[in-house]
């Protein structure tokens, strides 16, 4: 798997506001690196600039060799190809089938009438199978997405992003919408796919507890730069202070422990 750089990447939008001031990253290989900060920091632009669903205004972003941000747009859509991508949203597609989003996700690999008759290889057929019964939703290929819990959407969401194969997976806010316990299982999912598949994952996440559990490198931005890149355990009061605000962190620590061990039990225990 392919190295993700990003190299003095910088976004301002025409309002004049900086989403992205010259952040600097490399995420190597078959790491799970997490992204904190306050609403508003350049999280999801960060995301989004990598395969270019934003268009950076300066810098770069490399996968291995490879410079997305000077791609043209043949060559941008296959590269997009190699970056699975989960949302905040699901973005899943109401009225078809869990199977019909699932092998949506294999729509650019197929031929232009294959794909607009939603005619797919039996390899990708049985892929996407295997893939739902590895996310806990097996035997639900037929039902509508619309019939699903925000926990299911999410698990088809990620199945539709691991049958492109990806080499890294670009991650948004994927427990934003979600209960406690469903957080924790969609991430402790996330966090095993990707250490089986050996993928690269950025993820986006605005709660702290389930970063410092699941990933093993957080990156804070404040304003669009980063403040903060190291270790989950290096999350001290002094540097979530420097990334959110004052607060009285050593206060709400015990509470988020608690509350994390008592979802953990409550897990442990289905």
């Excluded at 993700?4 to 990447?9: A, E, G, Q, R, V």
């Excluded at 395969?51 to 060799?65: H, I, K, M, Q, Y």
């Excluded at 199978?129 to 035997?139: E, Q, T």
């Excluded at 699941?214 to 202070?241: I, K, M, W």
């Amino acid at each position: 798997m392919p190295t993700l750089k990003l190299s003095h990447l910088s976004k301002r939008y025409p309002t004049g506001d900086l989403a992205l001031d010259d952040v600097s990253l490399e995420v190597p290989e078959g790491q799970v690196m997490a992204l904190i900060g306050p609403s508003g920091a350049g999280k999801s632009t960060l995301i989004r600039c990598v395969n270019r669903l934003v268009e950076p205004t300066s810098g770069a972003v490399f996968l291995g060799d490879q410079n997305v941000t000077d791609m043209g747009s043949g060559k941008l859509r296959r590269m997009r190809r190699r970056m699975g991508m989960i949302f905040q949203e699901y973005a899943l597609v109401e009225r078809l089938t869990v199977m019909e989003n699932v092998l949506s996700g294999r729509l650019g690999f197929v031929g232009f009438w294959a794909s607009w008759f939603r005619r797919f290889p039996r390899e990708d057929i049985a892929a996407a199978f295997s893939l739902l019964d590895r996310v806990g939703l097996a035997g639900m290929e037929d039902k509508r997405a619309d019939a699903l819990s925000g926990g299911q959407r999410q698990r088809v969401g990620i199945a539709r992003a691991l049958i492109q194969s990806p080499d890294l997976l670009l991650v948004d806010e994927p427990t934003a919408s979600l209960d406690p316990k469903t957080s924790r299982q969609i991430m402790r999912l996330i966090s095993e796919l990707c250490k089986e598949r050996g993928l690269t994952a950025v993820v986006n996440i605005h709660d702290v507890p389930l970063a410092k559990l699941f990933a093993e490198r957080v990156v804070g931005l404040q304003a669009g730069a980063v403040v903060y890149d190291g270790p989950p355990n290096g999350l001290s009061p002094d540097v979530l202070t420097q990334i959110y605000g004052e607060e009285d962190w050593n206060a709400t620590k015990g509470d988020d422990d608690k509350g994390a061990a008592e979802s953990a039990a409550a897990s442990d225990g289905q």
